[in-house]
């Protein structure tokens, strides 16, 4: 189960006509006023970026200054009052950003209490409801959504424990034969977490010691009849956890490097964490390591060229395999390589 509210706030956003996005309707009502704004400005832009083409499907929006996502459903009604005929609205859930995953995770199931919602909300509209008749709704919207969460939660973890080792509890380690330690570095942003929690498939049960920086998880399987577990460290990139990090390279048996194949600065940097771990384990046998370009997936926007990728990777006596996290391109490949390479190594 979930261990704390996961949803920062619920917004209904109307856009009126003289006074433009008016977010209504908010949950928690201590919800800052200039976030509110923020929210429901950045809402409706997307509506004026679009021509005034109200998008169908859910949309995940980033809201980098608050450190929140929001996922939004925008409706639109026939209102011959309202300018060009037509009413417009957005609902809006917002959630911190180290909880995206959930979200991008489950976005299917979250698409029918929205569109349930969704039409309620028009009827209100038609019928010129009264406030409270909002906030009845945004409420019963919030309560849906976190039950939804919770109920996900416990299939994902009873799903982890039947399914991915059914003959095998998880907790007792004398049936484990190896455990190795792997750390994950890379640039903030690049994708770290959502690799991690796609192999995993823990979107929910991970282990995150905020002030270090840090998130734990892990995967138990079998090479040939030996059961091995990943023991996965996905470390912070942002500067100010720099001398923390460190502390987490003890112990490593392999680490795997993280770029963005769209951000250009992302894969410059790739030397300077190289560095960082050469210099961490300089008096030790080197270590096994991996370099990653990942969002593959973002065909029209990549900006490193596979070569590359491979030069830089074959010159740092590495491996470089390309991964998208959102669709799912070799992320198994990684974690399964990066075993097979370290479980050879102790056996031969």
């Not at 209102?79 to 417009?88: A, E, L, N, S």
């Not at 029918?112 to 009827?123: A, L």
């Amino acid at each position: 189960m979930m261990e704390q509210d996961i949803i920062s706030s619920v917004l209904y956003i109307q856009l009126d006509d003289e006074i433009g996005p008016n977010p209504i309707v908010c949950i928690p009502s201590s919800f800052p006023t200039v976030n509110k704004m923020h929210v429901s400005i950045k809402v409706v832009t997307v509506l004026s970026g679009e021509h005034g083409k109200v998008p169908e499907e859910l949309v995940i929006l980033p809201f980098p200054s608050l450190k929140l996502k929001g996922i939004i459903k925008y409706i639109k009604w026939d209102d011959p009052k309202r300018r060009g005929g037509i009413g417009q609205a957005a609902i809006a859930i917002l959630f911190e950003d180290v909880n995206d995953v959930i979200f991008y995770k489950y976005f299917e199931q979250l698409s029918s209490p929205f569109d349930e919602v969704g039409e309620k909300f028009i009827d209100l509209e038609l019928n010129k409801a009264k406030l409270d008749e909002y906030e009845t709704e945004i409420g019963n919207l919030n309560l849906k959504i976190k039950n939804l969460l919770k109920e996900l939660s416990i299939q994902e973890t009873s799903n982890t424990e039947s399914m991915e080792f059914p003959k095998l509890k998880l907790k007792d380690s004398t049936m484990i034969d190896y455990k190795f330690k792997i750390i994950v570095l890379g640039d903030p942003g690049v994708g770290k977490t959502s690799l991690i929690l796609r192999y995993t498939n823990n979107a929910f049960r991970r282990s995150y010691i905020p002030t270090l920086g840090v998130h734990v998880s892990d995967k138990i399987f079998k090479i040939n009849d030996t059961v091995i577990q990943l023991v996965i460290w996905d470390l912070a990139g942002q500067q100010k956890f720099s001398t923390m990090r460190h502390q987490f390279y003890v112990g490593s048996d392999g680490f795997i490097l993280v770029f963005d194949l769209t951000n250009p600065t992302s894969f410059e940097n790739l030397s300077n964490w190289f560095l960082d771990i050469q210099n961490q384990f300089k008096d030790q046998t080197p270590i096994i390591g991996y370099v990653i370009g990942n969002k593959c997936d973002l065909e029209g926007n990549i900006r490193i060229k596979s070569e590359n990728a491979k030069e830089l990777a074959g010159y740092l006596n590495l491996d470089f395999i390309e991964t998208s996290a959102l669709s799912g391109k070799n992320v198994a490949k990684i974690f399964t390589q990066i075993a097979e390479s370290l479980y050879k190594s102790f056996t031969e």
